[in-house]
């Protein structure tokens, strides 16, 4: 059988990123021939660029050199490098360093592949952040297309791949997505996860068809198909060899209806295919006819290795219906052998002993029985040579780490360690002269406590004759103003007095005298005289200040109920104060009583008392 893994996934690197080892075999010249335009106008280019776009450009140049000389390919790579580095962008950092593991991985050099693609990676995630990067996704997928390719490492690869598929999806890039996902499905093939390739081939398909990528359906489907043809090899179960060629006539039929949008490495690829599963299908001119197309197709495109394999089931064909032609298929089959890779040599060589077999040749279906087990030993021998080769570099790689882990151990010892001497003596020679000037502090600070004292004894001796003189001044203010308002008090009330005893008198005089009117009038209008009562509001608010606007916080009362509050607040009695206000006595206690009322006191709580303490 056609190994279908690697030939298809030759076919989708070609497609891709121009890794098809087998086409460019055989049409190195062709392409080279091809690319030589596109290389000297890079080469001008770079001539005229700034440090940034140079670098790019030579990474350009190391790509398109890459397939035919690898030290052109390295240089320019580490040309780009130096000037990336140079110019400081990191991001440029990680691509250069990918793409010089991409060289190195091509020329099957994995060790400095992978120490360059671990270079690339902390670059590529520091240039990221928390973004997305296409950079990053693209190194992810090389990773593990070398652990798997070169390696064998499909479990290692599986990491990587998932990485690359989970950024793809977020960036809507469902053609590297499928990609991704196509080769985690062979990966996991490979490991005998047989149920877990299946789901990834399904979500591979389901992301090609999202990224409306022809190609890369084919792909996926081939190798999902082709996988069915490997299981009914081992279990012959006819369900497995239906699907294997209902799907791969319908990859057939998409690569006919649509020449234009693949490659034309697709269609002898599926015809091969379709016609082995016809063979085991025993299909037999079915078989016969899908293997003639697919070898004119290779012949014209010069895929020799795919001739190898055409020649190899046809020779089987032949064989199983005893016809003579096996033979000359075999001799095809023989003449192409060196193009294909070992692991399809030995593939090819069971193919004809066994062909050979049911001639019953005997002699040439023991010397390729022969050959067949040369080339298993040897597969073996290489797998072996992988194995070790990959534990190698693990062993290398984790070797180096831990020296570096050790290295930055003992710096970080050394550093604390100098660190701590430093400290020390550091606290030694401020202990020293924190002493020496703690010496000198407590004579200077006992001599400034002691003229302190002094100084504080002389303030606190003139802070208290200045109290004393202050409170002796106020005192004398005070009684000056109450004075005053005593003195304002006396002269209204004697005022008032007066006027009352001369309108008593005027007031005898017979009432038919009209002379008496003004005098009456302007009796009256002295005692209401406001300028009186505003003078003795002066005096009092010098005496008591804020008495009358913290009373009136209280409650909304009058000028004559504000007067109440003055006189019972000066201590006058009853008729005291009926005289200054010239009214009754018993007014004067009708209105305490509605003034006590206003203030909302009860009967416990006495007018005087409450007046006093505002």
């Not at 290389?39 to 770079?46: E, F, T």
């Not at 293997?291 to 055409?310: F, P, Q, R, V, W």
């Not at 004697?494 to 017979?510: F, G, H, I, S, T």
């Not at 913290?550 to 000066?570: D, G, P, Q, V």
Request: glycine share 4%.
């Amino acid at each position: 059988m056609l190994a279908p893994f690697r030939f298809a996934a030759r076919c989708r690197q070609l497609a891709g990123c121009a890794l098809a080892l087998f086409v460019l075999l055989a049409t190195a010249s062709a392409g080279r021939a091809q690319n030589s335009q596109r290389i000297d106008s890079l080469q001008r280019i770079a001539t005229t660029q700034t440090d940034t776009t140079r670098a790019w450009t030579l990474t350009r140049l190391a790509w398109e050199y890459r397939p035919y000389d690898r030290t052109k390919a390295l240089t320019f790579n580490q040309e780009a490098l130096a000037l990336a580095v140079r110019a400081g962008h990191v991001e440029q950092q990680g691509f250069c360093w990918m793409a010089l593991g991409n060289v190195y991985s091509f020329h099957e050099e994995e060790g400095p592949a992978l120490a360059a693609y671990q270079q690339a990676e902390p670059l590529l995630r520091a240039a990221a952040g928390r973004r997305l990067s296409l950079r990053l996704a693209q190194l992810h997928y090389n990773w593990g297309l070398l652990l798997r390719e070169r390696l064998s490492d499909n479990a290692g690869a599986v990491p990587h791949l998932l990485l690359s598929v989970r950024a793809y999806e977020q960036m809507g890039r469902y053609r590297e997505q499928a990609m991704s996902l196509n080769a985690i499905a062979n990966c996991l093939y490979y490991e005998q996860r047989t149920a877990e390739a299946f789901a990834y081939y399904q979500q591979a398909e389901t992301a090609a068809q999202r990224g409306g990528s022809l190609e890369e359906r084919l792909a996926v489907m081939n190798d999902f198909y082709c996988s069915y043809l490997a299981l009914y090899a081992k279990d012959p179960k006819p369900a497995y060899l239906r699907l294997a060629v209902e799907h791969l006539q319908q990859g057939v039929a998409l690569i006919r209806q649509h020449p234009q949008q693949v490659s034309p490495q697709y269609l002898p690829t599926f015809l091969t295919n379709l016609a082995e599963a016809c063979t085991w299908n025993r299909e037999f001119d079915r078989a016969r006819q899908f293997l003639h197309e697919s070898t004119a197709l290779a012949t014209s495109m010069g895929i020799d290795n795919l001739l190898a394999h055409n020649y190899g089931i046809l020779a089987g064909l032949e064989a199983e219906q005893q016809h003579a032609a096996a033979t000359a298929a075999a001799d095809q089959a023989y003449r192409n052998l060196p193009a294909v890779n070992l692991e399809d040599q030995a593939i090819i060589a069971q193919q004809l002993q066994k062909a050979y077999a049911r001639l019953a040749l005997w002699q040439p279906a023991h010397r390729w029985l022969a050959r067949y087990t040369v080339l298993r030993d040897s597969l073996a021998a290489r797998t072996n040579a992988q194995t070790v080769r990959r534990l190698t570099l693990q062993y290398e790689v984790e070797k180096k780490d831990l020296n570096i882990r050790a290295l930055q151990q003992q710096a970080t010892y050394q550093r604390w360690l100098l660190l701590l001497i430093v400290g020390v003596a550091g606290l030694l020679l401020a202990a020293a002269v924190a002493f020496a000037r703690s010496s000198r502090l407590r004579r200077r600070v006992a001599e400034q406590q002691l003229l302190l004292s002094e100084q504080q004894g002389m303030v606190a001796r003139q802070e208290h004759l200045l109290t004393q003189q202050q409170q002796l001044q106020l005192q004398q203010e005070v009684d000056y103003k109450h004075r005053e308002l005593t003195t304002a008090t006396l002269n209204l009330e004697r005022k008032n007095e007066l006027l009352l005893a001369l309108r008593k008198e005027l007031e005898q005089v017979p009432e038919t005298s009209q002379q008496l009117k003004p005098a009456f009038r302007l009796i009256n209008q002295n005692l209401q005289l406001d300028e009186d009562i505003d003078q003795f509001r002066l005096h009092f608010e010098g005496v008591h200040p804020r008495f009358f606007q913290n009373l009136s916080a209280l409650a909304a009362l009058s000028t004559t109920e504000l007067r109440y509050c003055a006189y019972l607040r000066m201590g006058l009695a009853t008729k005291e104060i009926a005289n200054l206000l010239n009214i009754e006595p018993h007014s004067v206690r009708v209105g305490k009583h509605r003034l006590k009322q206003k203030l909302q006191l009860s009967k416990e709580i006495d007018l005087e008392h409450f007046i006093q303490n505002i």
